[in-house]
């Protein structure tokens, strides 16, 4: 019912950024949240910020003051802005919302983030 694209990722160098960008496309929505979790190998999917439709963010403490969440709700595009990046901040990362009118969360594809030092 809800599809969500990723684009944005890619290999960068350390201390470089990246811009990810995740729409989501559907009938009937009423996207509350919108948020990005990551996945590096051999370790747990973890949240890395979200926000909601009031505007309030959550971030990770790991992208706290460097990663930086936005959302265009007319467009349903969820940004997240990562600077100074870092080798840890390698994963693939994946763009997640809840929408209130399919009391449902819906999850993308992923996209695949390099750091290298």
């Known amino acids: 019912q809800v599809q969500l694209v990723e684009s944005g990722g890619g290999l960068v160098q350390a201390g470089g950024s990246l811009r990810l960008s995740c729409t989501a496309s559907g009938s009937k929505m009423e996207i509350y949240r919108m948020g990005w979790y990551r996945q590096a190998p051999g370790k747990q999917r973890e949240l890395v910020a979200h926000i909601d439709l009031r505007e309030v963010t959550t971030y990770a403490d790991s992208a706290k003051g460097r990663y930086t969440i936005s959302r265009d709700s007319a467009k349903n595009t969820v940004y997240l802005q990562m600077n100074s990046l870092k080798p840890e901040d390698t994963a693939v990362y994946y763009c997640?919302?809840?929408?209130?009118?399919?009391?449902?969360?819906?999850w993308g594809q992923g996209t695949q983030v390099t750091v290298s030092s």
């Open positions: 997640n919302i809840f929408d209130s009118w399919y009391n449902d969360e819906f």
